[in-house]
């Protein structure tokens, strides 16, 4: 992540701090991410130099301004205007890691070998809950080569209590005690 789009993420949601709008705008932010996720060539567009600058920003009006708070269409004119519009989605993870960091909520990613049933989801959150003492929303990956038990990650933490884990770790000690 580069400097310039830290900044103006910070200084984003500092301003929406402020405004007391900073869910929405990350609602809405998100929103846009998966918006120009799903269509690369309206970014290109919107950087095209060969379009005048009026008429991008124009672009930008016409496709948000009935759908997005005046703060956040007005963000993407200035990352536009400054050439920054490629950093979006840095800016949008500084804002959410700000805006998570405010209202005490961390991502937790648990990878397992079969799908958890939503009861053991929702064990799974509140013991991690109590442990971190955060609110934790979870996100779920499938992995076959786990064969079996849960890995998850938290708070740049992992526990890994899988069947994988377990064999590789033996492998090492088997290795150690052989050399």
Not at 15 to 20: G, N, T, V, Y
Not at 107 to 120: I, K, N, T
């Amino acid at each position: 992540m580069n400097q310039s789009s830290a900044l103006y993420g910070k200084s984003f949601y500092d301003l929406a701090k402020e405004e007391k709008i900073t869910k929405e705008v990350l609602e809405e932010m998100e929103l846009v991410k998966a918006l120009f996720q799903e269509n690369p060539d309206y970014i290109r567009l919107l950087l095209e130099p060969s379009i005048p600058k009026k008429e991008r920003l124009s672009l930008l009006d016409q496709a948000f301004s009935e759908e997005l708070q005046p703060y956040l269409l007005n963000f993407l004119k200035v990352l536009l205007e400054k050439g920054l519009l490629r950093s979006y989605s840095e800016c949008y993870k500084t804002y959410k890691k700000r805006y998570q960091e405010d209202e005490g909520i961390t991502d937790a990613l648990v990878v397992s070998a079969v799908a958890l049933s939503e009861e053991q989801k929702e064990n799974l959150v509140s013991k991690l809950e109590k442990l971190c003492q955060k609110k934790i929303i979870l996100s779920e990956k499938i992995d076959p080569e786990v064969l079996g038990g849960l890995k998850v990650e938290v708070d740049g933490k992992t526990l890994d209590g899988t069947v994988s884990g377990r064999l590789k770790e033996i492998r090492k000690n088997v290795n150690e005690v052989v050399l």
